[in-house]
């Protein structure tokens, strides 16, 4: 079955640019999805098909895709972006079609 | 405004059953894909079961395929889980996810709060 890697955490000053990495096997061949999560609420999509930010998402929150992995970028981060994120495919043909990764812990210094 | 609410959630011991309920609202729900998604500590984010907008198209996790049973109604803008012989591996909270599919695939656009199952003797 499909396996997403995400390094499992990401310490990040504020006010500077966070980047959370997610790759895949062929995983510029598909559409990436963004959920940020943070300490006892249900998580949020927040990128949607590798580069779409969904209405309500701050603009300093953008995706991008290139070869094998897709990159989170969070800029100008603030301490309300500690949080979990996780990555997800669709894999229509699998038993599992909805794929996520481990989540990476951004923490703000 | 999107609104899933879970409820059904408590401790059960292992080899019972119960019955996880979402109630929708705030869009068509008829319209829509619905899925359970259980998250854990050690396990992160699993998909676990899927139910198609009319409800004649249903999938599993080969992990509760044989003991969990998603349904809806529409009428009554409700989700449903039934979860028999429960494993302590079940443990987990579940969340009621709305699906969105387009170009080809998923992703879950709106997420309930979530329901705590904990399974233990």
């Known amino acids: 079955s499909y396996v997403l890697t995400q390094p499992p955490s990401l310490s990040v000053a504020p006010g500077r640019t966070a980047r959370i990495t997610c790759w895949g096997y062929?995983?510029?061949?598909?559409?990436v999805h963004w959920y940020q999560q943070k300490p006892g609420q249900a998580p949020v999509l927040v990128i949607s098909?590798?580069?779409d930010r969904p209405s309500g998402i701050p603009e300093r929150f953008s995706g991008s895709i290139s070869g094998n992995t897709a990159t989170l970028i969070i800029s100008r981060v603030e301490a309300g972006d500690e949080a979990d994120y996780f990555c997800?495919?669709?894999?229509?043909?699998?038993?599992?079609?909805?794929?996520f990764g481990a989540g990476t812990k951004v923490s703000v210094l | 405004e999107v609104q899933l609410v879970e409820s059904g959630g408590g401790l059960f011991k292992p080899g019972g059953s119960l019955r996880l309920s979402c109630a929708a609202s705030?869009?068509?729900?008829?319209?829509?894909?619905m899925n359970w998604v259980r998250q854990t500590p050690g396990r992160g984010l699993e998909w676990v079961s899927s139910?198609?907008?009319?409800?004649?198209?249903?999938n599993y996790a080969a992990s509760v395929k044989g003991r969990f049973t998603i349904s809806r109604v529409n009428a009554w803008n409700s989700l449903y889980l039934q979860m028999n012989s429960l494993r302590v591996d079940d443990s987990a909270v579940y969340y009621c996810?709305?699906?969105?599919?387009?170009?080809?695939?998923?992703?879950?656009?709106?997420w309930g709060h979530g329901t705590l199952v904990a399974v233990s003797s």
């Open positions: 996810a709305r699906a969105d599919c387009s170009g080809g695939s998923c992703r879950i656009d709106h």
């Open positions: 705030g869009f068509t729900y008829s319209s829509y894909a």
């Open positions: 139910i198609s907008s009319s409800g004649s198209a249903v």
């Open positions: 062929n995983l510029g061949s598909t559409s």
């Open positions: 098909y590798n580069t």
């Open positions: 997800q495919v669709w894999d229509g043909s699998a038993d599992h079609p909805y794929v």
